[in-house]
T-cell receptor, first 114, second 113 residues
Framework: DVKVTQSSRYLVKRTGEKVFLECVQDMDHENMFWYRQDPGLGLRLIYF???????EKGDIPEGYSVSREKKERFSLILESASTNQTSMYLC?????????????FGSGTRLTVV | AQSVTQPDIHITVSEGASLELRCNYSYGATPYLFWYVQSPGQGLQLLLK??????LVQGIKGFEAEFKRSQSSFNLRKPSVHWSDAAEYFCAVGANRGNKLVFGAGTILRVKS
């Protein structure tokens, strides 16, 4: 069964910590995405990557960075966690030309920053 | 730029009743449209998608959606709701050969027995 795996379901971190959220896909997809999900706001795109070592900013990149050293792995980095980054983080992947195929999502990481 | 509006934040229906969730999109060309469902604490699962052709599309779990170009809508329907359908539903739009989907804010469905 093909899938997208997010390494942690729940994380609690302290303000100011550097936080790494990991995502791995086994479908050989070129595109990978990081979204955050907040009540009433839906999914907002943080960053996406369409190839190894390539990245593009989404709608809300401030306070985040990403790394894609291997095709199957896409990491989201919170350089200095803040309480307003408490949220559900969703990773997704797709083949090129997303519109034709849609995304496959991971189960999400619920991050709490205290 | 694409955008998606889901006018209803919450909807409550009785088990066995019919369901319609609304979705309106804004996009200059022919859109590629999706409905996803998210059960509590889970990621999003694709219910159905529309690319072209028949404007009534069938999906998993007994859901269907109808594309109406004149109304810029892609409403999701189910004739008889089950308690297990309680979840959050997201509509999304994509561009032809584009790489990104734009999501609506979601509609939370509650099912009462």
């Amino acid at each position: 069964d093909v899938k997208v795996t997010q390494s942690s379901r729940y994380l609690v971190k302290r303000t100011g910590e550097k936080v790494f959220l990991e995502c791995v896909q086994d479908m050989d997809h070129e595109n990978m995405f990081w979204y955050r999900q907040d009540p009433g706001l839906g999914l907002r795109l943080i960053y996406f990557s369409y190839d190894v070592k390539m990245k593009e900013k989404g709608d809300i990149p401030e306070g985040y960075s990403v790394s894609r050293e291997k095709k199957e792995r896409f990491s989201l980095i919170l350089e200095s966690a803040s309480t307003n980054q408490t949220s559900m983080y969703l990773c997704a992947s797709s083949r090129p030309g997303t519109a034709n195929y849609g995304y496959t999502f991971g189960s999400g990481t619920r991050l709490t920053v205290v | 730029a694409q955008s998606v509006t889901q006018p209803d934040i919450h909807i409550t229906v009785s088990e066995g009743a019919s369901l319609e969730l609304r979705c309106n999109y804004s996009y200059g060309a022919t859109p590629y449209l999706f409905w996803y469902v998210q059960s509590p604490g889970q990621g999003l699962q694709l219910l159905l998608k529309y690319f072209s052709g028949d404007t009534l599309v069938q999906g998993i779990k007994g859901f269907e959606a109808e594309f109406k170009r004149s109304q810029s809508s892609f409403n999701l329907r189910k004739p008889s709701v089950h308690w297990s359908d309680a979840a959050e539903y997201f509509c999304a739009v994509g561009a032809n050969r584009g790489n990104k989907l734009v999501f609506g804010a979601g509609t939370i469905l509650r099912v009462k027995s």
